[in-house]
């Protein structure tokens, strides 16, 4: 099975389906993961396991009004 994951994900979807499994504290399973705290809660507030998309949601440019008037 091929997997694509962010390249600084530190987590596997295994990992992430154990997290939220989990009912242990948020400290106990960051220390068995080698990950933050921060990355147990994020993990656990979402419903997949699956990375989010990380293509800008807008464009970071603007236009002038020629450029506009072309569009």
């Known amino acids: 099975m091929l997997i694509s994951l962010h390249k600084?994900?530190?987590?596997?979807?295994?990992?992430?389906?154990?997290?939220?499994?989990s009912t242990e504290p948020a400290w106990v399973v960051a220390e068995r993961y080698g990950i933050s705290e921060q990355?147990?809660?994020k993990w656990r507030k979402r419903d997949s396991v699956q990375d989010r998309s990380h293509t800008a949601r807008r464009l970071q440019t603007t236009l002038t009004p020629t450029q506009e008037a072309v569009a």
């Not at 600084?8 to 499994?21: D, E, H, L, S």
């Open 39 to 41: 990355t147990v809660w």
């Open 8 to 21: 600084q994900a530190t987590t596997t979807p295994k990992v992430r389906a154990a997290i939220q499994a």
